[in-house]
């Protein structure tokens, strides 16, 4: 082992989500494509009061790129994520929630993510999407 410089534990640093998947465009491709989804929903399209839905684009973005290991803009600007809270005037019931994971997959697939990547996003996503449901039906 003559020449081999020994790496001290902890000096090399894994790649997060975030960087493995190709960073800012990757999600703010994903989440684009969901909301070309939602904008023609008669169910999600209503529980944006904004006629505008850029706004509510970049809220889900900042936060998926700050949840995957990106920069934490999302927290800079709008304090603890508080999902439950901030969905809580809306009815999100599972008719809702199957339409917001409807077009979540459609985006997902369109990224062309590795199988293992794939499947990671959507196990969070799905997770995600069944914590928001707050009226049974």
Do not use: C
Request: charged share 25%; hydrophobic share 35%; glycine share 8%.
């Amino acid at each position: 082992m003559d020449g081999v410089k020994e790496i001290r534990r902890g000096t090399l640093q894994e790649q997060t989500f975030y960087e493995q998947v190709g960073g800012e465009e990757t999600f703010r491709r994903l989440v684009h494509r969901f909301y070309e989804g939602v904008a023609e929903d008669p169910l999600l399209r209503p529980m944006y009061p904004e006629e505008d839905l850029g706004p509510a684009e970049e809220r889900l973005t900042l936060f998926l790129i700050q949840y995957w290991g990106g920069p934490t803009t999302y927290s800079e600007n709008r304090g603890h994520p508080r999902l439950r809270m901030r969905h809580a005037p809306f009815t999100v019931d599972r008719a809702a929630h199957d339409a917001w994971l409807k077009h979540m997959r459609v985006a997902v697939e369109e990224l062309g993510l590795s199988e293992e990547h794939e499947h990671t996003l959507w196990n969070y996503l799905t997770y995600a999407a069944a914590s928001m449901v707050n009226t049974p039906g």
